[in-house]
C-alpha cells in the first residue's frame, strides 16, 4: 500500500509540473470558411453577401482560449453579391472601395470564455480606413484531426453586428439598411 500511495504521490506531482499544450497557430481554411454579411435591401428582402477567400490566422490553445488571437484580412474585391453588375457597384466608392482600402481586417484584442464552448471576441474591425471596437459572439464547436486532410483542425461559429455608417459608408440610407448582421462559420489548420 506504501509503495502505491508513494507512486501515486511521485505520479501526480510529475503530471502537475509537466507542461500543459501550448498555444498553437492555425491558418484560415478559406475553402470551408464562409463569411457573411446580411442587410436589408428596401424593406423587400434580407440581402446576403460573401466575403470570399479570407486569410489570416487564429492562435488556440484550448485549455486557455482567453490567451488566444484571432488575425483576419479579407479583400474589398472579394465582396461578392452573386452577380458581376452589382459586384462592381459594391467595390466602387458608394460601399466598399476596393481602390482606395483594398483590405478589411480584423485583429483580436480581448477574449471572453464564458463556457466551455462560448465566448466574446472584441477586436479592431478596419473598413473603409476607419477602425473601430467590434464584438463577436463566438462558438467552439471542435479541435481535432481532419479524417480528410488527416491534419489538425479546429473550427468555430461566429456572429455580430456591424452600423456601416460608423465606417463612413453611407450610400443608400436609410432605405439600405444600417445593420449589417455577420454570420461566420471558419475552419483553420495547424501551420506547419
Do not use: C, W
Amino acid at each position: 500500500m506504501k509503495k502505491f500511495l508513494l507512486l501515486f504521490t511521485a505520479l501526480a506531482a510529475f503530471t502537475a509540473s509537466s507542461p500543459r499544450a501550448e498555444a498553437a497557430t492555425y491558418n484560415i481554411d478559406a475553402s470551408h470558411t464562409n463569411i457573411l454579411l446580411k442587410v436589408s435591401h428596401l424593406g423587400f428582402s434580407t440581402m446576403v453577401l460573401e466575403a470570399l477567400k479570407p486569410e489570416g490566422t487564429i492562435t488556440f490553445d484550448e485549455n486557455k482560449p482567453e490567451e488566444g488571437a484571432v488575425n483576419v484580412t479579407l479583400k474589398a474585391e472579394h465582396i461578392d453579391g452573386d452577380d458581376e453588375k452589382f459586384n462592381a457597384h459594391l467595390h466602387n466608392a458608394d460601399f466598399f472601395n476596393a481602390v482606395d482600402f483594398p483590405e478589411i481586417t480584423f485583429k483580436s484584442n480581448k477574449i471572453e470564455v464564458i463556457d466551455d464552448k462560448t465566448g466574446k471576441v472584441t477586436g479592431d474591425f478596419t473598413l473603409l480606413g476607419i477602425t473601430k471596437p467590434v464584438t463577436l459572439d463566438v462558438t467552439f464547436n471542435k479541435a481535432g484531426v481532419n479524417p480528410f486532410s488527416q491534419k489538425e483542425t479546429i473550427g468555430f461559429t461566429a456572429s455580430g453586428l456591424i452600423k456601416r455608417s460608423d465606417f463612413g459608408m453611407n450610400y443608400g440610407l436609410p432605405m439600405i439598411g444600417e445593420d449589417v448582421a455577420v454570420e461566420i462559420e471558419i475552419e483553420a489548420v495547424k501551420a506547419e
